[in-house]
């Protein structure tokens, strides 16, 4: 069997037992919780036949990345899909899809907040390139909430490749930079959008950028340059929610 990995917070391992419980192969509580959110992670165990055992509250500690609520399961390993799904996910997709592209970002904790907003905003799939790239883990899926579960993260060998494919089954690719001349409240985010968002501290590539057919910036009005991507993030992507509910 392959070495399990460890998923923690009640959100993530709830969110695991809704929508991949196959996965899950012990369910750990710390023995100090007995209140009504265990006890749904309690029934949802019960009817997908997961053991179900007790730890001191500091052994879990040490088993945990961060804050673990006493909560800890041990699954099998995560799910990574590549540019296959991809291609399935916008075959069966009606309507304009909405897809987000986070080109270097590293930081576990802006990966599994990016996940999350694009659930909410209804993006298609998150798409990330395999190399110099947060890939999914106990961190990532404890800041989404769940999220991680939900919506595909999509790793690919060449992203300027990947975003070239895409072009020409007719999205358009948005791109963050600084210094573009138009903000993102002016671009067109209704079609079918692929939303291009920049490492940290180091924003996109060059060769990404240069394969964007559109550059867009948040208008800054105070002392700071810029946001951290994840923040920067959910701003975009609820501008095109926004777009796209005016115009249904």
């Given amino acids: 069997m392959s070495q399990l990995e460890k998923v923690y917070g009640v959100h993530a391992v709830e969110a695991l037992l809704r929508h991949h419980p196959k996965r899950v192969k012990q369910l750990w509580l710390a023995e100090s919780r007995q209140d009504p959110r265990v006890q749904v992670l309690l029934e949802l165990a019960g009817q997908n036949r997961v053991p179900v055992g007790q ?15 006493g909560v800890v399961a041990e ?24 897809l987000l592209v986070l080109d270097g970002v590293t930081d576990p904790h802006n990966l599994g907040a990016c996940l999350r907003t694009a659930d909410a905003a209804g ?4 798409i990330v390139p395999k190399d110099k790239s947060a890939t999914l883990n106990a961190t990532v899926r404890k800041v989404a909430c ?6 595909p993260l999509v790793a690919v060998t060449n992203l300027a490749r990947t975003l070239e494919k895409l072009q020409q089954r007719g999205l358009w690719v948005v791109g963050t930079a600084g210094e573009a001349e138009q903000d993102v409240y002016q671009q067109d985010l209704t079609g079918p ?5 920049g490492a940290e501290g180091k924003g996109m590539r060059r060769l990404t ?6 550059l867009v910036k948040l208008p ?3 002392s700071v340059s810029s946001l951290n991507v994840s923040v920067a993030t959910g701003i975009c992507l609820f501008e095109a929610v926004r777009q ?5």
């Fill in 55 to 69: 730890k001191d509250r500091r052994e879990l500690d040490e088993w945990a990345e961060g804050v673990h609520q």
């Fill in 75 to 98: 699954v099998s390993p995560s799910q990574v899909w590549g540019e296959a799904m991809l291609e399935e996910l916008l075959d069966r997709r009606d309507g304009p899809p909405l």
């Fill in 123 to 126: 993006a298609l799939a998150v």
């Fill in 146 to 151: 769940g999220a991680a579960e939900v919506i």
């Fill in 193 to 197: 959008i692929v939303l291009v968002m």
């Fill in 209 to 214: 950028r240069d394969l964007c057919d559109y």
């Fill in 220 to 222: 800054m009005s105070g």
């Fill in 244 to 248: 796209r509910q005016a115009k249904r």
